[in-house]
T-cell receptor, first 115, second 111 residues
Framework: GAVVSQHPSWVICKSGTSVKIECRSL??????MFWYRQFPKQSLMLMAT?????????EQGVEKDKFLINHASLTLSTLTVTSAHPEDSSFYIC???????????FGPGTRLLVL | GQQLNQSPQSMFIQEGEDVSMNCTSS?????WLWYKQDPGEGPVLLIA?????ELTSNGRLTAQFGITRKDSFLNISASIPSDVGIYFC???????????FGEGTQLTVNP
């Protein structure tokens, strides 16, 4: 139980294009989902907290107009990297928290490479 | 955001040895979580701790939630090669759902 999927697992795009990453909780409902970014040999950095049916809460320094988050249902959140640039290349990981729970379960991550 | 102090940063051990790593924080946490991350993968939950003083095992893994609620440790007994990876502690503050992560412990197990 508590499986989280992400799609795609990796993506290569040209600079200036937009990329959408999906995060799904497969066997549970998640009121809250989280988006993280991880650079090589570093820990996870929280980008934003996404609550179903409301606007996401972004961490300081994360541009909300660049990283668009939509959490339209209890099992799906999407992160869209708009006008991607090479510095946006990173490993993006989502997590989902069981409604009323205390534990976050992570997706397998999406590797983004912007050329 | 706030960081947890996780140590050691890396460990090189022989197969069969026991391993111990810990995390400390200046703030109180309501929940402590331990994750393992393999290269190119997302973190996988190993153990969740919800009460101060709680000691929980998962196979060869044992973790404890410190009495002060400001620290936690993870022990791995009789290590095997597949234990290789990065181990992260994470604390959840009482005020909300966000997790604060440690910097990770890179574990290498030599056969």
């Amino acid at each position: 139980g508590a499986v989280v999927s992400q799609h795609p697992s990796w993506v290569i795009c040209k600079s200036g294009t937009s990329v959408k990453i999906e995060c799904r909780s497969l066997d549970f409902q998640a009121t809250t989902m989280f988006w993280y970014r991880q650079f090589p040999k570093q820990s996870l950095m929280l980008m934003a907290t996404s609550n179903e049916g409301s606007k996401a809460t972004y961490e300081q320094g994360v541009e909300k107009d660049k990283f668009l988050i939509n959490h339209a249902s209890l099992t799906l959140s999407t992160l869209t990297v708009t006008s991607a640039h090479p510095e946006d290349s990173s490993f993006y990981i989502c997590s989902a928290e069981l409604t009323g729970g205390e534990t976050q379960y992570f997706g397998p991550g999406t590797r983004l490479l912007v050329l | 955001g706030q960081q947890l102090n996780q140590s050691p940063q890396s460990m090189f051990i022989q197969e069969g040895e026991d391993v111990s790593m810990n995390c400390t924080s200046s703030s109180i946490f309501n929940t402590w979580l331990w994750y393992k991350q393999d290269p190119g993968e997302g973190p996988v939950l190993l153990i969740a701790l919800y009460k101060a003083g709680e000691l929980t095992s998962n196979g060869r893994l044992t973790a404890q939630f410190g009495i002060t609620r400001k620290d936690s440790f993870l022990n791995i007994s009789a290590s095997i090669p597949s234990d290789v990876g990065i181990y992260f502690c994470a604390g959840k503050e009482t005020s909300g759902s966000r997790l604060t992560f440690g910097e990770g412990t890179q574990l290498t197990v030599n056969p």
